[in-house]
């Protein structure tokens, strides 16, 4: 959410800063702008829109500085214009600050900031910090940055400059990620390793509560109150590959298309068939914990908590441990019962969502196992957690999370696996889903294979406003991914149940033509899907079915069929994912929407 690159060095900074917010833009995309250095003066340039708004009006203004801000913006407080774009500037013009996350309090700072004289052009909270700044500044701008932070409630990642300090950048976080590149003569500061790939792969990860003050030559990490922290070199590891299209259309078509390769990586190295285990070398320090679980509460948002859901069935059902699923943003508030022997587990694929984190913080501090099942490493939620599985799938760029989903899946099936070896699962039962599983980034590969046809039924389906997803058992909550992720990228309204509920209202809302996609593949609910798929067609709905090879029936009963090879009930979610992630695709290309950038919504939603 909101994306920063700052940069001190020797190079022009412009185009350095453009090319770093770029590879933010899927953070947030509704505004951008940069600020830098130029012959002593602050120089600024900002409009709204998307980053390629901000390419055309940019010229010499800030074309020849060497430090320098930049940032995409996620509008919180104030519309997505050119004047509650970052960098904000203080009212004296000579220090500029971007700013990602939110300033509580930042409407009684400004009455009190307006009442010292102080000036505001926007309607953000982050100009009542950068004013803030400059009205405790008296010469020492990490002295002014400082004093100021102190003021603030609420969370920030922040980089600040100003033409009174020419090479110098400060920036710090709380609850807001920033990590400091470390090149050769030059620096980088920004919320995502995204950014600072291209320069360096060398990078200090700031906690919160950490500031930074970086130059060109130089960097040092301090804390609020001016004591310096000595910071371990990092290696940052992933690649400019990566993150770039590969000679595909869309993030998500390429990181749909990953998932073989992606999954293979999560499950590398934790598979011993032979003993029929799961490997967690991220779980060590907490076995003897683990061994006395008695509740397991699974904490997360969006498709992260779809993959929570298939966690539920596949922790009772493997391992026999009572599961819950929460809303982290719910848990968080509701005062959550721990008793001893209650593990919470926090799902996130970016590791940075404000929800779960905090949901994470109450349960450990209610006395709570924490582990965490996060794709980004170094991450706040897994560095906060006790212990726990990083699903190391790769950077995901897409806003629409797709082989995050996957490798979720995966890591849960060898959590449960893992904990139920240690209960009643035996060993052929968990020998014959190992085996199994091994063989998905095979399968999964076969079930690419369907786009086309998937593409051609999607847009005979462009004019359908309004459609359902229906599963039962392990595959309800693929029903409920499904509908999300035609929502999110298509703009079509659509609902994900339990097949057995539609008949207790949404039944009402079938009409001639109204698609429905059933996921019907074989299991122990079959039949009472082809039951639910009769009602539906006997009102004149559409059907289009999510079905298993060698299914000779379902033809018979659907518009429109998607084959995915057979497997163990408890592993289907897996490649059941799959066509319905290529279905809410080809919508939304059909209906020529923004893939990698939905409107209104952002990757990595760091603000409650
Ligand atoms: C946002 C994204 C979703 C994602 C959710 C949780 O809403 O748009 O795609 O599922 O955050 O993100 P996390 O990084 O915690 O998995």
Redesign the pocket.
């Known amino acids: 959410m909101c994306g920063i690159v700052a940069y001190a060095g020797h190079k022009p900074s412009q185009r350095i800063l453009v090319e770093g917010i770029k590879r933010l833009e899927y953070r947030g995309y509704d505004s951008a702008g940069l600020a830098v250095i130029q012959d002593g003066k602050l120089a600024l340039q900002r409009a709204a829109g998307r980053i390629s708004s901000l390419e055309e009006i940019l010229d010499e203004t800030t074309a020849g500085g060497t430090v320098g801000i930049a940032h995409t913006r996620w509008a919180t407080h104030g519309a997505p214009t050119t004047s509650n774009a970052h960098p904000h500037l203080d009212d004296t013009g000579r220090i500029a600050l971007v700013h990602n996350g939110i300033i509580e309090n930042y409407a009684a700072l400004k009455t009190w900031l307006q009442s010292q004289g102080k000036h505001f052009s926007s309607q953000t909270d982050s100009e009542v910090l950068v004013n803030l700044i400059s009205f405790l500044y008296h010469g020492n701008l990490v002295d002014a940055v400082q004093k100021a932070l102190k003021e603030v409630e609420g969370t920030y990642g922040i980089a600040v400059i100003s033409s009174h300090h020419p090479d110098t950048i400060v920036a710090a976080r709380k609850g807001s990620p920033l990590l400091v590149g470390v090149g050769e003569n030059e620096h980088i500061v920004a919320s995502d390793a995204a950014a600072i790939v291209e320069h360096t792969t060398q990078a200090v990860y700031l906690e919160d509560g950490e500031m930074v003050v970086i130059t060109p030559d130089a960097f040092r990490t301090l804390t609020l109150d001016n004591i310096t922290v000595d910071k371990e070199l990092e290696n940052i590891e992933f690649s400019l590959q990566q993150i770039e299209l590969g000679g595909y259309d869309h993030f998500m078509l390429k990181e749909i298309f990953e998932q073989p390769t992606s999954l293979e990586n999560t499950l590398r190295g934790r598979i011993d068939l032979q003993a029929g285990r799961a490997i967690l070398g991220g779980l060590e320090n907490v076995k003897e914990q683990l061994a006395q679980v008695k509740r397991i509460i699974i904490i997360?948002?969006?498709?992260?908590?779809h993959a929570g859901l298939v966690g539920e069935f596949l922790l009772e059902e493997l391992a026999r441990i009572p599961t819950e699923v929460e809303y982290a943003s719910e848990f968080r508030y509701r005062n959550p019962i721990i008793e001893p022997g209650t593990v919470v587990i926090a799902?996130?694929?970016?590791?940075?969502?404000a929800d779960?984190l905090a949901a994470l913080s109450e349960a450990k501090d209610r006395g709570a196992l924490a582990l965490g099942v996060v794709?980004v490493v170094g991450s706040t939620i897994a560095r906060e957690a006790d212990a726990g599985i990083y699903l190391h799938c790769g950077p995901e760029i897409g806003?629409?999370?797709t082989k995050?989903f996957t490798s979720q899946l995966a890591v849960l099936t060898l959590l449960a696996i893992y904990l139920g070896r240690r209960r009643s699962l035996d060993q052929d039962q968990a020998q014959r889903l190992l085996q199994s599983l091994t063989e998905m980034p095979a399968r999964i590969k076969n079930v690419l294979c369907l786009s086309d046809q998937i593409r051609k039924v999607a847009e005979s389906c462009l004019g359908c406003d309004n459609w359902l997803f229906l599963g039962r058992g392990y595959n309800y909550p693929l029903a409920l991914e499904g509908a999300l992720k035609l929502k999110?990228i298509s703009y079509i309204h659509a609902e994900g149940l339990p097949a057995a509920e539609m008949k207790h209202g949404p039944i009402a809302l079938i009409n001639k033509g109204m698609p429905t996609v059933f996921i019907a593949s074989s299991g122990s609910q079959y039949e009472k899907v082809i039951s639910n798929i009769e009602e539906v067609r006997a009102r004149g709905g559409m059907v289009l079915a999510v079905a298993t090879e060698n299914d000779t029936r379902i033809q018979r009963h659907a518009e429109a069929v998607f084959t995915i090879p057979d497997v163990p009930e408890p592993l289907s979610p897996l490649l059941v994912a799959v066509p319905l992630q290529l279905l809410a695709y080809h919508c939304a290309v059909g209906r020529g929407c923004a893939v990698d950038k939905p409107r209104n919504?952002?990757?990595?939603?760091t603000v409650e």
């Open positions: 997360a948002c969006g498709t992260a908590w799902i996130s694929q970016s590791g940075e969502t779960t794709n806003v629409a999370s995050a999110e919504l952002a990757k990595s939603v």
